[in-house]
């Protein structure tokens, strides 16, 4: 008898562990969470899926066909999430962002457009959601550096000035988020070499707060790159090696 139960822990042990969706991304294993998310076929781990998957496609990849079809891929999975999940704050927001990536890399002010709408709608249910506010702060600012100034006031009613705000709002909801000033200090230059010493303050309070996952750890690592451009003064070179971290600067 001892035996067999001997044998049959042993093959319990044996037999291979399945991550779950959360653990693979928070492992920085984003292709097998994205694989994982959609058989939990959980509204949470379709969520991660898109997450994930998005996350390949802006910051690994070099191809633009490739990223396209990565984020059509994740846009399917946050539409499955709000099948599920109508009501997901989570998922409407990251729908907004594949909307807006899509919008990104076929230069479509249409989807544009849609992106702020959806975005406007998560912070109409929840005006204390700090990602929500980022994410808005990411489209004025897109739209100012892909369109110009003027077109992207005219067209899209984009302003510089109201990035700035909309992120300010984002870390002050959300102070201990390495995700805000990483991508606030980012943006910055991106926008501007002018803004070189506020970037640095803000690129150093990334440095200062904890990853509490693969995605935000990249982050800080990415902007730990920058900083001794930014505190030698080559503000240029920040900028360029800025523009090539924040998301699609790897394409061709």
Do not use: C
């Amino acid at each position: 008898m001892m035996r067999t139960i001997v044998t049959l822990v042993a093959l319990l042990a044996a037999q291979p562990v399945f991550a779950s969706a959360t653990t693979l991304f928070h492992d920085g294993r984003f292709t097998e969470a994205a694989t994982a998310g959609r058989a939990e076929n959980t509204a949470a781990s379709l969520v991660i899926a898109g997450r994930a998957t998005m996350i390949v496609a802006s910051f690994d990849t070099v191809d633009r066909d490739r990223a396209r079809a990565l984020i059509d891929a994740a846009d399917h999975d946050f539409d499955a999430a709000l099948v599920l999940a109508p009501t997901s704050e989570e998922a409407a927001l990251m729908k907004a962002q594949s909307v807006g990536y899509r919008g990104k890399l076929t230069k479509s002010p249409g989807l544009a457009k849609e992106t702020r709408a959806r975005i406007e709608a998560v912070l109409k249910q929840n005006s204390n959601d700090a990602l929500a506010w980022a994410s808005l702060a990411g489209w004025h600012a897109g739209a100012v550096t892909t369109l110009g100034k003027f077109l992207a006031s005219t067209v899209l009613g984009a302003s510089t000035k109201i990035a700035i705000a909309d992120f300010e709002t984002a870390i002050a909801k959300d102070p201990r988020n390495p995700i805000h000033p990483a991508f606030y200090g980012l943006t910055l230059l991106d926008l501007s070499t002018d803004n070189g010493a506020r970037a640095t303050q803000l690129l150093q309070a990334v440095q200062r707060l904890p990853a509490r996952d693969a995605y935000e750890n990249l982050l800080k690592r990415a902007t730990a790159q920058v900083l001794p451009l930014l505190t030698s003064g080559d503000v240029k070179g920040a900028q360029t090696l800025a523009r090539r971290l924040l998301p699609f600067g790897k394409l061709a």
